[in-house]
């Protein structure tokens, strides 16, 4: 089992168990902005590898996926949920971005399996980011000839993880391989030690919030883990149409069945103050989360193997 997997698990242990353990709110800010900019960095170094005319094409595709998917979640939750408007779309906004840090647990997974996948996905990491937010704040709002879609893409860009991983990809691609050297040891060589960390406090929220999914009955439990299948095979769909490899799909898999909690929740909650978060992370964090760590992404590699031939 990978050791960051056992440190969220701890948390989760500490959180049922009602330990007295919890994070100073400003380390816990400190090490989100340190992954959300490293995994930036990391994106923009492997895209300054690629000519920029070679990852347009895939580019498209990928950020075609990430409006699927938050299209396909609303009807769900809307109509067979019976969720009001603005609760469904902040959901469908969370399930059609992306968690970083399941980016990060599914590439040291492929790393402990001795599998390499294409530096690209890491850019599609960023790239997924984003749309499904703008998505989620025009279903909700409703989409007719005189919304104002520059303020809702300003609040989505500028917010704190969008920026960073947009500044930290840009940043990348300017310095490029030979630039990010100097920074390795930081960003690199700590990388995985403040992922456990940040995956401890993970453990300790996800546990806090699985009372709320018992407050609002079974339905958000069922998509909270049926999403991400279906999620993961669009996403497996999409890597199979562009030639990705066994690690290249698995990673898209998990990042297509992956839901958002960091940059999802704070752009939601200033876009659609009338949507209950705690619907949306006791479904993200509380569920889909764990439930990717622990099950989602050896099923996906599985599915990935299958699907490649292997």
């Known amino acids: 089992m990978e050791p960051v997997v056992v440190f969220f698990l701890l948390g989760v242990a500490g959180g049922l168990l009602r330990s ?9 800010e400190a090490i989100s902005i340190y992954l959300l900019l490293a995994i930036g960095l990391k994106g923009g170094v492997e895209l300054a590898r690629h000519p920029l005319a070679s990852v347009i094409v895939p580019s498209l595709v990928v950020l075609a996926l ?29 399930y059609g971005s992306v968690s970083v840090v399941t980016f990060a647990v599914a ?19 960023v790239l997924l980011e984003a749309p499904a937010i703008l998505i ?29 991983l947009l500044g930290g990809l840009v940043v990348g691609w300017v310095i490029g391989p030979e630039g990010i050297a100097p920074l390795g040891p930081l960003f690199i060589d700590l990388f995985k030690g403040v992922l456990a960390l940040f995956l401890l406090e993970m453990g300790l929220v996800a546990a806090r919030q699985s009372a709320a999914l018992r407050r609002f009955g079974p339905f958000l439990l069922v998509f909270a883990i049926v999403m991400p299948l279906l999620s993961a095979a669009l996403g497996l769909t999409a890597g199979h149409l ?39 992370l006791g479904a993200s964090l509380g569920i889909t989360f764990p439930f990717n760590l622990i099950v989602g992404i050896p099923l996906y590699y599985q599915a990935a193997i299958r699907v490649n031939g292997g």
Not at 23 to 28: E, I, K, R, S
Request: proline share 6%; hydrophobic share 55%; net charge positive.
């Open 107 to 125: 590439s040291a997974f492929l790393v402990r399996q001795n599998v390499s996948h294409e530096g690209l996905l890491t850019v599609f990491l």
């Open 66 to 94: 990430g409006v699927a998917i938050p299209l396909a979640a609303y009807p769900i939750l809307r109509y067979a949920g019976g969720l009001k408007r603005a609760d469904a779309a902040s959901i469908a906004a969370h």
């Open 136 to 164: 989620g704040v025009m279903l909700a709002r409703g989409v007719g000839a005189g919304t104002a879609f520059g303020p809702v893409a300003r609040e989505v860009v500028l917010g704190k993880s969008v920026f960073l």
């Open 20 to 28: 007295d353990l919890k994070f100073p709110p400003a380390f816990y």
């Open 242 to 280: 562009l030639g990705l490899s066994i690690g290249g799909l698995t990673l898209l898999a998990t990042l297509a069945a992956s839901a958002s909690y960091i940059a999802a929740p704070a752009a939601m909650r200033i876009a659609v103050p009338d949507a209950n978060p705690a619907l949306s």
